[in-house]
Nanobody, 126 residues
Framework: EVHLVESGGGVVQAGGSLVLSCTAS????????????IGWFRQAPGKAREGVSG????????WSGRSVKGRTTISRDNAKNTVYLQMNSLLPEDTAVYFC???????????????WGQGTQVTVSS
């Protein structure tokens, strides 16, 4: 499994912005970061895990969840083994633990990913 570390979470006021980072290491033999799709998911207390956004291995595909559409930008820096998720116009309902996940064939469903980070808390105050 790929080792993933999320960072950038914190407390932000409603209407503000955050940039979350996901840095990967420990790739399987013959694979590099470029070979992995990265997805961001979130989970709020008492709620199911929800897809936020994701980017394909060759940057030719991106997706975003319905609840954040138009408010997120995802990008990847393969030289730094890092994916960035910028979130704008944050709402209190965006409060959750945000996880990144990696898989060569990952898409918009959490079940498509084999490697997960520990998560970073995002709290949006009203």
């Amino acid at each position: 499994e790929v080792h993933l570390v999320e960072s950038g979470g914190g407390v932000v006021q409603a209407g503000g912005s955050l940039v979350l980072s996901c840095t990967a290491s420990g790739f399987s033999t013959g694979f590099t970061f470029d070979d992995y799709a990265i997805g961001w998911f979130r989970q709020a207390p008492g709620k199911a895990r929800e897809g936020v956004s994701g980017i394909g291995s060759s940057r030719d595909s991106e997706w975003s969840g319905r609840s954040v559409k138009g408010r997120t930008t995802i990008s990847r820096d393969n030289a730094k083994n890092t994916v960035y998720l910028q979130m704008n116009s944050l709402l209190p309902e965006d409060t959750a633990v945000y996880f990144c996940a990696a898989d060569p064939f990952g898409g918009s469903q959490s079940g498509q990913y084999n490697s997960w980070g520990q998560g970073t808390q995002v709290t949006v105050s009203s």
